[in-house]
Nanobody
């Protein structure tokens, strides 16, 4: 499995950006997909996750502003980010988990099986 993230960039506070992650391989349609981010000097943190069908989960810091979605036919997961804040500045990583995770475990980066290379999102004030 390979994950290729794209769509990062520079945006002003209050603006919007969508990042994408395309997956190769046959596991995508049944896998949990997630987004994490890592700011300079900080640990990687959970942002959002989406089951193969249905439920989405969000970190409290982004709930109501970010939306995770997926297109199983295109093997792609998206993260739509609205009302961006300077504190959202980070490298955003997509992740894939082959077997379903308990919802309370999404935040543990070491439980995810595959990672993309990351895409930089910078929010200016």
């Amino acid at each position: 499995v390979q994950l290729q993230a794209s769509g990062g960039g520079l945006v002003q506070a209050g603006g919007s950006l969508r990042v994408s992650c395309a997956a190769s391989g046959r596991t995508f349609s049944r896998a949990d997909m997630g987004w994490f981010r890592q700011a300079p000097g900080k640990e990687r943190e959970f942002v959002a996750a989406r089951r193969s069908v249905g439920m989405s989960y969000y970190a409290a810091s982004v709930k109501g502003r970010f939306t995770i979605s997926r297109d199983n036919a295109k093997h792609t997961v998206y993260l739509q980010m609205n009302n961006l804040k300077p504190e959202d500045t980070a490298v955003y990583y997509c992740a894939l988990r082959v077997s379903p995770l308990a919802s309370g475990s999404f935040g543990y980066a070491n439980l995810w099986d595959y990672w993309g290379q990351g895409t930089q999102v910078t929010v200016s004030s």
